[in-house]
Structure formats: structure tokens, C-alpha cells
């Protein structure tokens, strides 16, 4: 009789614990749910995310603890891992982290492997050349040029494959890099004419560089940042839209700009962009 209570209140844990278990199970299937978060961030884009100590700094870094903290994670509990352009997709969808904010368009060949929250900002993509350079005034003076070619981001595909303001497809030749740094340098050292990008990639390396280099102030393109996110978590984009809409609100992403992009020349539009949806 004893032998067989315990039977039961054995049963009765072990029913307990599946069920605790399949809560927690469920729980892990949306970000909206999580204590703790892992968000993918560049590492080598100063202004925007860039390797500090044991973290990092900039722009996208801020928005991230911003948004963590508005879902309910405390900045503590967030924590950064270098994502390129080239592996964003791999880290969402293989769980490497929970969240992607790395200067990371929204765009429709990306959005069937991704779930995008946003925009959280628009930038448009410029040019950067050496600063001797006078040959390059927009899109169409490109042309023969050698330009800077990321892995995995779209900026010179944009050039390439005519996906511009303008509709203008300018044959360029293309060298491979792997990252914007790894462009910065091509072009001081004459590997590349053009690195092409985000205006606010752009300004974080001509703070650093100074006089070696120019910004043809020339934009061509809208780019929407997107907080990727893994594909279908419906509820976590949700959990990341109203957490944008608070920081326009209650003026965090402002501060958050000026700081990192008050000094380059790049105005803060006060009116949230227009939120893609999470379907
Ligand atoms: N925003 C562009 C993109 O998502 C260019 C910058 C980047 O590759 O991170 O492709």
C-alpha cells in the first residue's frame, strides 16, 4: 500500500515536471518571453557596433540594451556577439542569437528567412571615396570604378543591380572584402575606388579616418534597420514593435542618435517609420 502511494506521488512529479517543462519549452519559442537575450551586432562599425572590452559600443548596441530593457530585460541580462553581414540569416534562424541589430536592412529577399521588427531608423546609401579623388560625384560617375563588396550585405548590389532611387544599373568591378573595416582599408591602400553603404556607416569611419577620405554626400537608396528575428515569432516582433514605438515616444531614440551621430551631419527624423508588420 505504502509502496503504491509513492508510485502515485512519483507519477504526480514526474506529470509536474513535463508539464513545467513543456511551459518553459513554450516559453523559449518567442523572444517576448525570454530573461535573457543574445543579440547579434557588428563588431568593426564604429558609431554603430563596435568591439569594446568585454562588449560593445554605438548606435545599434544602444537601441538593443533600449528595446531588451523595454521588453523587460535588463541590460545585465543582454548579451553581444559579432554578427557580419554575411552570417545575420545563419545566426537567426540556427538560434546563434535571439536578435539581429546590425545595421540590418529590411529587405523583400531577406524577409522569407526572416521576421523583421522595425524599422527602427532609415538611412540612405552614399559613397565614399579617397579624398584626392574628384572623379566621383554620384551613381553614374561609378562606372568602371572598383567597388568594395561585402559578403552578404546588399549595398553593392544596390549599385550592380539597379535596386536605386534612380533605377540605374552601373557596372562596376567588384572586389570581395568581409567586412566595411576590411573596405576602409582597400580603399586607403587603393584596392578599391568606392566603398558604397549606409550614410551612418560611412560617418562612423570618416570620424575615424579624418582627411584620408569623403563622403560624396550622394544618396541613392532608403534603408529600413530591421531587428531580425527568427521566422514567425510573430508575438516577439510584436513585443519589438511596441518597445520601438515607446523609444520614439518617450525620446530615447533620439538621444540615442545625437549621441552616436550628432557630430556627423545626419538629421534624426522625429517621426517613427512606418513599422513594416510581423506576418
Ligand atoms: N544595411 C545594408 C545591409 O543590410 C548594408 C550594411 C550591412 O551589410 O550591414 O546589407
Redesign the pocket.
Same mark, same amino acid.
Given at each position: 500500500m505504502r509502496v503504491r502511494n509513492y508510485g502515485v506521488a512519483l507519477a504526480a512529479v514526474a506529470v509536474a515536471s513535463m508539464t513545467l517543462a513543456g511551459c518553459s519549452e513554450k516559453k523559449d519559442d518567442t523572444i517576448a518571453d525570454k530573461d535573457k537575450l543574445i543579440v547579434g551586432v557588428?563588431y568593426d562599425q564604429p558609431g554603430l557596433g563596435l568591439k569594446s572590452g568585454s562588449g560593445a559600443e554605438g548606435f545599434d548596441v544602444d537601441v538593443a540594451k533600449a528595446i531588451a530593457k523595454k521588453m523587460g530585460v535588463d541590460e545585465k541580462n543582454v548579451t553581444f556577439k559579432e554578427a557580419k /553581414?554575411a552570417n545575420r540569416e545563419s545566426f537567426i534562424a540556427n538560434g546563434t542569437v535571439d536578435m539581429v541589430i546590425? #545595421? !540590418? /536592412?529590411i529587405t523583400a529577399a531577406r524577409k522569407p528567412k526572416v521576421t523583421f521588427g522595425g524599422p527602427y531608423i532609415v538611412t540612405h546609401q552614399d559613397i565614399m571615396v579617397r579624398a584626392d579623388d574628384s572623379s566621383i560625384k554620384d551613381l553614374a560617375s561609378l562606372k568602371g570604378k572598383k567597388l568594395c563588396a561585402?559578403s552578404? /550585405?546588399? /549595398?553593392w548590389k544596390n549599385i550592380t543591380d539597379g535596386t536605386n532611387k534612380l533605377s540605374q544599373k552601373v557596372q562596376m568591378e567588384t572586389v570581395p572584402a568581409q567586412g !566595411?573595416d576590411d573596405c576602409i582599408t582597400k580603399l586607403k591602400g587603393g584596392a578599391v575606388d568606392v566603398v558604397s #553603404?549606409?550614410a551612418t556607416?560611412l560617418a562612423g569611419y570618416a570620424g575615424r579616418e579624418g582627411s584620408s577620405v569623403k563622403v560624396v554626400n550622394a544618396p541613392f537608396t532608403d534603408?529600413k !534597420?530591421g531587428v531580425g528575428i527568427k521566422k514567425g515569432d510573430t508575438k516577439g516582433c510584436e513585443a519589438v514593435n511596441k518597445a520601438i514605438a515607446d523609444l520614439y515616444k518617450d525620446g530615447t531614440m533620439k538621444t540615442a542618435w545625437d549621441k552616436w551621430f550628432g557630430k556627423a551631419n545626419l538629421p534624426f527624423d522625429a517621426n517613427q517609420p512606418q513599422a513594416e508588420g510581423c506576418s
Open positions: 557588428k /553581414s546590425a #545595421t !540590418y /536592412s561585402v552578404g /550585405s546588399n /549595398s !566595411y #553603404t549606409d556607416i534603408e !534597420y
